[in-house]
């Protein structure tokens, strides 16, 4: 039986991404600056839609709150 119990303040920040992680994300985010970051992402919007909408369901935070006092509009998109 593990003695002891659950340390206050333990371990990595809630969040916080692990060395590994850091890396990899510095690395890509390097490589997208050297292809040129938000024009290049814009191409690849046009020419693979699918997988830059992927992409963004990735960055996209899971919940959207709104303001009582200021309701969140949705607005279609049209191309």
Known sequence: MARGG???GAGRPKGALD???KQL??????????KGGETYLAEKAETHPQAFMALL???????VQGDPDSPVVVVQWQK
């Open 6 to 8: 659950k340390r206050e």
């Open 25 to 34: 994300r510095e690395m890509i985010l390097g490589a997208l600056a050297k």
């Open 57 to 63: 369901g990735k960055v996209l935070p899971l919940q």
């Open 19 to 21: 060395k590994n992680n």
